[in-house]
């Protein structure tokens, strides 16, 4: 059993940045690939940026690339989420996950959620 809990969401201005953070309890962090997704509303879960198990391979969205950054610390079982250059369309709850598998942008092969924090990008 993985618990996520997400932070750093807030109010930002358009061009500005955020970290977001996820923080998972037990002691088998490292055997999980982590995954950020987020939905905006009245749209869909919107896949954004996936990391390995060691962080030496991430994969990110055509719409984020460039802009966010996804990195992990083993030691202190969290994964983040580095947000440049933001854009109102940025605007989302964001969610983080964990597989067990390689997962990718396939939600569905997430087995853990977190409980979302709100980004919000004004123009």
């Known amino acids: 059993q993985v618990q996520l809990v997400e932070s750093g969401g807030g109010l930002v201005q358009a061009g500005g940045s955020l970290r977001l953070s996820c923080a998972a309890s037990g002691r088998t962090f490292s055997r999980y690939r982590m995954g950020w997704f987020r939905q905006a509303p009245g749209k869909g879960r919107e896949f954004v940026a996936d990391i390995s198990w060691s962080g030496a391979n991430t994969y990110y969205a055509d719409s984020v690339k460039g802009r966010f950054t996804i990195s992990r610390d083993n030691a202190k079982n969290t994964v983040y989420l580095q947000m440049n250059s933001l854009k109102p369309e940025d605007t989302a709850v964001y969610y983080c996950?964990?597989?067990?598998?390689?997962?990718?942008?396939?939600?569905?092969?997430?087995?853990?959620w977190g409980q979302g924090t709100q980004v919000t990008v004004s123009s």
């Open positions: 996950a964990a597989s067990e598998t390689v997962a990718g942008s396939f939600g569905d092969r997430y087995r853990y």
